[in-house]
């Protein structure tokens, strides 16, 4: 909740009327430099340059090949708006790159296509950790932008070297559908770790051993589930919308990727659903195990002064100071106490089994 | 809910009937008097006029400028209708200005727009504070009508001032998304209060030392989020209408400023269902700390009355006052019971522990 | 609930099968003589006649003026067989005037539109009481049928004889929208009502002093509030298809006030949801009052017995019947003994407050 | 649950593949035999037969009357099947027929129209029987299977021999909607004893004297109300489609008929959703009622325990055998010691009415 | 949710990025090998081949001919991917047959329709197993592929040979209804397990001798419906559009079995709502059991609190040491000691049944 909160109040950190934009603000944490990468390939080349940041990576593009612009970190400002200013960005688009905590979208221009998307991952205090993916797909470039300097697509730069799968063979459009897989990728990681944590939970509840932090446990969950539902959903319309509409920067022959790229979006929504439905669930079966548990403890007291207190009772009786107490003159009293307290105690356990007490 | 139902009645005081208005009656409590504001600007002229309230603003309107007229306070119902004859309002329409609870809407007609919204701050009391804001935007003007006379918007008056944005080379339309984003502004303000609210009552119910006001305190925070998304909810479609169709008011070049508008609107209404849903989660947290901390409480009581009980019955026993019982006649009898009694709780404490009863 | 059951059994009183219709029966439960009264007037007349029961309203039709036929009480079926026949409705449509717990619908045929709502108000008995109302538009008539005779639009002739908002130069449709929006006016009238139980209620439970017809109060709430949401749901899309449909008999000059009645409409449906979470909310702030109360409860017996229960146990020690009990025969033993169980107390307060038991 | 569960294994009964039919299998419970009844007429005839079942109903039709074959009992699979063949029904309709868990629908070919939905009644038992009532109708005849020989549709039998308003002139389509109708009551009349058993219960739980088998008729009537619920839903879109597309099996004439069935089915489905609620509502009443009673029996608990646990341990200290306890030698040592008793309750007493414990 | 968990792993297997593919990689845990039969009719002929898994089936194909290869065991993934290239399927379209835990979904293109499912079982240790089923419908060829060598289909090739329904003179269309129904003819067969197993677990609940894993069995039946809910719900449109969209592999003469198989979905959907329903409702059945079973439990406790402790109090007055206790000389000191206690016993007797605590 902590982070999210914190997000909100950073939404509002830049300016009150965020249509109002003199200067325009990061809103996010992360404090890294601004590196900008440029990678490009066709069928035969493929290179990898280290842009210096001030210069406009569209100078270096080259005719027939893919230009594919990564830009990690985003303290650079006035780069990234000259950058968005040489894409053709308006105003708010530019906000949006280095808004951190905007609604997800696919926004269709006619020369070029914009998604924004958070990835996620779980840091090393496993913690859920979210950053803003903003990508740009133009005629023959892609812009990527993210918040970290993690290695987010590195794999893909790789692959493309090796020209794993002909992806150099593939256009602008396939590159971007690449992009999106890796980050949906990162989508069905964090589920497979959630859905664990429920497995655990569960095996947990029905032990009976519950620690203490155990409703922060699926507070936790919950939470995480949410922030994942709510930058994913956001998507599903904006997809059926791509691969529905005409799009001249997505090829016929690629609208099979971007279908099998719909199937993992579809994929990833379901479990998350799968994923609340099991916590709740899990909330029942814990409440249920409370209450079994509660229920036994009062049996057990109940048994406990069944048979105790009517004991205590007897014992009180011959207790009593009285002079004329007969029985406590008899020789055999004392036993006769004994049998008569063995007696009671009988009576009451055949009286607690027959009416299932415990 | 005190003021919502106090508004519900208030809505009825003017007539039974609201569409047989003789007069018409503002309903809410604000008591300010009326003031008129005349802001006019383009590319290079800018002033602010206060004017008298028996003026027609439109006769001061100048061509080639953006003319806003804004009213705040609403007592002078008389100059209020006047403004809204000559802005060719209909009967209902002018009564929606002074209806405090009105549902929120957008509302296109030919020659002019106008918007039902409501804004939100917390007072000084710390309680969520409703205010009706009504809105028209005709071809050369935006009126802006609103409950008190707090400066809600100061800031946009100061950034015209200022030519932020080169704002005073927009038109028309564009003022109005500006003010528009400022109540959704005010939206988001209020919305990470209350998350933060809900953060704070989360470590509340952790830590375990719950304020006899808790509950009143989580219901307090539903009401607030409840009040927010019964107001901005109906915007949604008709935000999405005004986008989709054809609007003569509304120019292709600031279309983009629309879209940045409704996608701040979606991001309002998705952090309310997540605030909703924490809130929610919240409550799941409270219910199972109650029913955890229940079963401690009698755990307790378990073990102290397991332990004792039994004793209490031991000691009674030798209590007793029969005259033949041998044990009460040994050197050691005394050291024998409490030996006894001591190997009672041992056995007790071993059971307890062997079952897990605490 | 009783209402509503009953209700459900006197649709089928008259026939099994209500397309084989012999005979038309009323199946309310007011037993009303007939009133008919007849309204008619333009910008220049204006009369009101009680008509004999045996007339047919439409002899007495003006040309020119509007012809509002207001029928009160449905005892006298034969009369209101014949009106129905003489304005062309089908028999099913007629059954439909006789039939009190008919689903809500506008139905808009070529020549006529038909309204069935009902309308609610609190009885002497603070009940929610419901009545059916059934209205039908023509050319230049309104006919309304209502159970009961209360003066349900009395407001609406008083202010066509005193021609407020210039009423009387509008034509039918105008007055249709009138008395539809007496009836949605009294809605409003009850959820303000019910709204205050809610905040009562609220107040209540927080108190603390819960009396024992509480859950029944809630359950009056809930079932009332279903009522009202029962009775105008199935009119919202009827609303829309009304207003955004061709229809001949309502002018484009009164679409505007079609219109303010559609709002009225949202604005009630939205309240009645409001309603329903806050009653939801407010089961949950009593549960967890109940469970708080029980904790505090079970605490201080917990506190009681921990406390004494060892004390009681010490006392019996020494009260046993040893001969050879050494600190019985001391001097101090006595005081030896009070100072233990001081200690005693003392400690299992300090444990007590260490582990906040209570 | 059970009727239910053994109607799905039975649905699979006859092959595991029921696409791949050798043999017709009829899958519910009732072994009655076939009664095959053939009702002719038209304005001026009418004429009822009981068929022999090895007859083909075709040939007996009579040119310019409405022939109605109504068949009561499915064992005589032959005899059905051909029927069907003859009526031009492909294989899959043919053995819904005989598949008694059937979802409901309507099938709106070129020349005939089917209808298959269930009927429910509650048999002596008080259980609620489910029936599946399969229906044809074509040109100039409807075909209407039962699988009982309960009387279902005896009274539309009468109506058109005594030629209740007016049926005998009307056409085929309206004995259709007749038989419809007839089946929609019946749901009208089991709900009518829901919502009584609900009401039942409610007053039960207020009292207070919950019977043990509360929990099983919560259950029952949630199950009951799910099965009508299951049956009727998926008829609200067919109904829409079958008014609102051409059907030249229906004229235009009785449309309005069609139109009040359709009133009558979203007064069903409303009726079961508020129904549905109703029990949901009582639940939280019932469950409420039990923390409240849960509450009482521990206040009485707690406040025995409270003022007899200290009483207990005083007459304890002094039942001390100690030589030297002065207080035991005082003359008025018993009277102070009931006098400090005394004045414990008092001060105990006080104590809980001061904090509210009871 | 532990085989759900890993098979999240899973799909994460082969590589990071699922359109980064180098090699095709089974995701799934069987280690079946791969066969390859060859199924092959028309009216007048009938063969069944196990063929090689070197070849491509396409070359064994004939004319005139339906042929269906049916593949059980995806261990020999280079066949497979040589299979897929044959029937001229993209990348990822041929990654889906590998992928154990895809989406299910209906893909039509222009010259083939695929239908990826999946099917259920229970194992023997009454496990609900998944397989993925892939289906491929051409011109005059069904493909199909299985994970597990169960016998899934083994029943329609049975039905094939014996010419069952005249199932030869049919086209590739119907056979690929066929094998679709089978597939959801395991639906309702694991459904109506479900649907049992609530019904024990009910009687259960109601007997009042809940086994300790009951919470871990309803869990389970929850987790099972879930998996079918996901697994199913994606075909509902994927199914209403191949109906009413135009595809040329379906012929209008076998769209009436489609339909019947459509039916079968809503069929399956509505029960697996059902079961859900139930389930609910079996929670809340057992979470009010356990609260009436805890009133009982604390009941008892309190009735025999209430009885005995003010004994035991009145035993331990006259237990008491006081030298002046005239009582406890008195010759019927000790009787009436007994009658007073008798008295108290049948005071507090009296008062709880007039209270009904018990």
Excluded at 2 to 14: F, I, M, T
Excluded at 132 to 148: A, N, P, T, W
Excluded at 235 to 254: S, V, W, Y
Aim: hydrophobic content about 40%; overall charge negative.
């Amino acid at each position: 909740m902590h982070k999210q909160s914190s997000n909100l109040r950073k939404k509002r950190k830049g300016t009150k009327n965020d249509l109002l934009i003199d200067e325009y603000v990061y809103t996010g944490d992360w404090k890294e430099e601004t590196h900008v990468k440029l990678i490009q390939y066709n069928e035969s080349t493929f290179s990898v340059h280290d842009l210096k940041v001030q210069d406009d990576p569209k100078n270096y593009f080259h005719k027939n090949e893919v230009n594919w612009v990564h830009i990690s970190g985003l303290s650079d400002t006035a780069l990234i708006v000259k950058m968005g200013e040489s894409l053709g960005l308006h105003a708010p688009d530019i906000q949006d790159i280095f808004t951190s905590q905007h609604i997800a979208k696919i926004e269709p221009y006619d020369d070029k296509t914009i998604l924004v998307i958070n990835t996620f991952y779980f840091n090393e205090a496993k913690e859920l950790q979210q950053e803003h993916i903003y990508m740009v797909l133009g005629e023959d470039y892609v812009f990527s932008f993210q918040e970290s300097v993690l290695p987010l697509f590195d794999n893909v730069v790789q692959a493309i070297g090796k020209n794993v799968a002909k992806v150099r063979s593939r256009s602008a459009d396939y590159l971007f559908f690449l992009l999106a897989n890796n980050v949906l990728g990162n989508y069905i990681d964090v589920l497979a770790t959630l859905e664990d944590n429920i497995e655990i939970m569960e095996e947990v509840v029905v032990g009976g051993d519950i620690p203490n932090d155990f409703g922060k446990r699926i507070q936790a969950n919950r939470r995480d589930n949410l922030q994942l539902k709510k930058s994913i959903l956001p998507l599903k319309d904006d997809f059926k919308n791509l691969l529905h509409n005409e799009n001249r920067l997505i090829r016929d022959e690629n609208k099979v990727y971007l279908n099998d790229l719909e199937d993992r979006l579809l994929f990833i929504i379901q479990s998350i659903e799968i994923c609340r439905e099991s916590v709740d669930a899990l909330l029942d079966l814990y409440f249920s195990n409370n209450d079994l548990r509660m229920n036994e403890i009062m049996k057990r007291l109940t048994v406990v002064a069944t048979i105790f207190i009517p004991l205590t009772f007897v014992v009180g009786v011959w207790g009593m100071n009285f002079k004329f107490m007969p029985e406590l003159e008899w020789k055999y009293g004392y036993i006769m106490a004994w049998a008569l307290m063995a007696a009671i105690v009988v009576f009451v356990w055949w009286y607690i089994k027959k009416n299932r007490w415990n």
